[in-house]
Every structure is written in structure tokens, then in C-alpha cells.
């Protein structure tokens, strides 16, 4: 009863001088506040426990710590890095780790190639000022699955993309062809790549061309040129591809656009966009451009 007393007046009376009058020592009164705390679970602590198994759920398990503490703190959790390992470590949640995969691209043609226009500046000052693209492959039951992607590098965003069962040019051209319906962007559009032949076809080419886009093409043998969209396909196949046995090609393109629509663009928190996602990021922007 003592120390229940002090406890429920301790914001009234100082600790040591209610220890004194009750007769109790202020160790001993330390010693119940630690026990107490042991025995009542912290609701804010359960909360954040549930919280960090969902954040973990949603991402497919593919958060780490940096990107656990940002979601935490988006949902109103003031935790640091250190406080979010320590939850996750508690709440049994751990970050998945990609396989390594091999190149696909084939730069041995004879076709001709874009100059490297755009040079590694992966940072966009606008939308559809410079986009980057490249081919991946899935497995499946059926057979091999193949993904083509245009990324917008001002917000990380996937713009537009393809699935075939072939790795040939209208996988890439239909990828731009979505990326220009959806976004609709001005001449002078950046348009970065490897140099497999997909890109240095005369399909793509003109297809460039007539939109008044300039063509960019990655160093042979420089998989760095292209690191975004490099960057993207890891995070594809750790998050999500490497963890499911597709049967056919039908329930792969299923998921994988689940993950580019549902997931990554719109909740995934990149670290390049100050851990917002891609749409969030292109909103605030635009209320920011809209204030100006």
C-alpha cells in the first residue's frame, strides 16, 4: 500500500521525502517500480510490437532496421534505429536477403548504340526528365518470364512495364508505349539503358525518336550505369520472387504486378526519397510546386 501511495503521488511530493514519512527506503521503493513494470505490460510497448509485425507483413518482410525505424516513426513511434532492431529482434521479425542473380543482358551486335547521355546522374530535378529501363527474368513452370521496366529517376517510380514469354523488342517497346500513355512526357526525355539488342533495335530506335527522346546507353560491361534499374530487380527478386514457386506465367505476372502497383510504388520506402514511396513522394512534391 506504501509504495502504491507514493507512486500515485509522486508528480505531487518528491520520492524521497514520502520514503522518509512512510518509512520505507528508496531503494526498496525503486525495486517495486521495477517489478511492477516487469509484471504490467506497456500498452505503447504492445502497441509498437504490433505494429513493427505489421509493417513486417505488409513489406513481405523485406524492412530492415533503417527502413523498420522510418515506418515506426511515420505511424508516431519517436524510436530510433537501436529501439527498432531491438522490437524487431522481440517481435521474431527479421529481414529476408536476396540470392545473387546472373546478367541477361546481350550486347554482342552489331547494331548501332546511344553515347552514355546520361552519365550516372541518377537524381532528376523533375517527373519525365530522365527515365531508366532494363530487361529481368523470372522462372516459372512453364518456362522463363520476362520483365521489362521504365523508372522514372525523379521519384524511383515504375512507369511503365511489360511481361512476355520471349525476350525480344516489343516487350521493350510496349513498356515505353505504357510509360508514355500513362505520363505523357515532353521531348527531350532521357531514356537510359544497357546495350542489349532490344534497345539497340530499329523499332526502339524510332520509337525514340519520334517522341523526340534522347537515347543513353550504358558503358559495355558497366552494369553501375544502370544501377537504378539494377537496384530495383534486386529488390524485386529479394522482397518477393525468390520466396514464391510461380507454376505458371500467368500467376507470376499476377504477383509481380501486385508488387510494382500494390507495394512498390505505392507504400515501399525508398531511402533515396527520404523514406517516402514513390507516389507519396511525387504528391508532396506537387502540393510543394502547387505552394511555390
Not at 510461380?246 to 500467376?251: H, I, K, L, P, S
Given at each position: 500500500m506504501k509504495y502504491a501511495f507514493i507512486t500515485q503521488h509522486k508528480k505531487t511530493w518528491p520520492v524521497d521525502l514520502?520514503?522518509?514519512?512512510l518509512g520505507v527506503s528508496r531503494n526498496a521503493y525503486y525495486r517495486y517500480c521495477l517489478y511492477?513494470?516487469?509484471r504490467e505490460p506497456d500498452p505503447e510497448h504492445l502497441d509498437m510490437l504490433n505494429a513493427v509485425k505489421e509493417v513486417a507483413e505488409a513489406s513481405r518482410y523485406s524492412y530492415g532496421s533503417r527502413r523498420m525505424k522510418r515506418a515506426l516513426n511515420a505511424l508516431g513511434y519517436p524510436v530510433g534505429r537501436r529501439k527498432a532492431r531491438s522490437l524487431m529482434r522481440e517481435a521474431g521479425v527479421q529481414a529476408r536477403y536476396r540470392k545473387k542473380y546472373k546478367v541477361t543482358t546481350n550486347s554482342n551486335h552489331k547494331q548501332p548504340v546511344f553515347e552514355n547521355v546520361l552519365e550516372r546522374q541518377f537524381a532528376a530535378a523533375k517527373p519525365d526528365q530522365a527515365y531508366v529501363s532494363d530487361i529481368t527474368y523470372i522462372w516459372t513452370q512453364e518456362g522463363w518470364l520476362?520483365?521489362?521496366?521504365?523508372?522514372?529517376?525523379?521519384s524511383r517510380r515504375v512507369v511503365g512495364w511489360s511481361m512476355s514469354s520471349r525476350m525480344k523488342t516489343k516487350a521493350v517497346t510496349d513498356a515505353l508505349r505504357?510509360?508514355?500513355?500513362?505520363?505523357?512526357?515532353?521531348?527531350?526525355?532521357?531514356?537510359h539503358s544497357?546495350?542489349?539488342?532490344?534497345?539497340?533495335?530499329?523499332?526502339?530506335?524510332?520509337?525514340l525518336q519520334s517522341n523526340g527522346f534522347v537515347g543513353s546507353m550504358s558503358r559495355k560491361g558497366d552494369c553501375w550505369d544502370n544501377a537504378v534499374a539494377e537496384s530495383f530487380f534486386a529488390s524485386l527478386k529479394k522482397e518477393r520472387?525468390?520466396?514464391r514457386h510461380?507454376?505458371?506465367?500467368?500467376?507470376a505476372q499476377q504477383d509481380i504486378l501486385d508488387y510494382i502497383v500494390m507495394f512498390y510504388n505505392s507504400r515501399r520506402l525508398h531511402s533515396t526519397l527520404d523514406y517516402s514511396s514513390p507516389n507519396d513522394f511525387e504528391s508532396a512534391m506537387a502540393e510543394l510546386k502547387k505552394a511555390a
Open positions: 514520502m520514503c522518509r514519512l511492477q513494470q516487469s520476362y520483365l521489362t521496366v521504365f523508372i522514372d529517376l525523379f505504357m510509360a508514355l500513355w500513362r505520363r505523357r512526357p515532353e521531348a527531350g526525355l532521357i531514356v544497357d546495350r542489349g539488342s532490344q534497345y539497340a533495335s530499329k523499332a526502339y530506335r524510332r520509337l520472387v525468390q520466396w510461380y507454376q505458371t506465367r500467368a500467376e
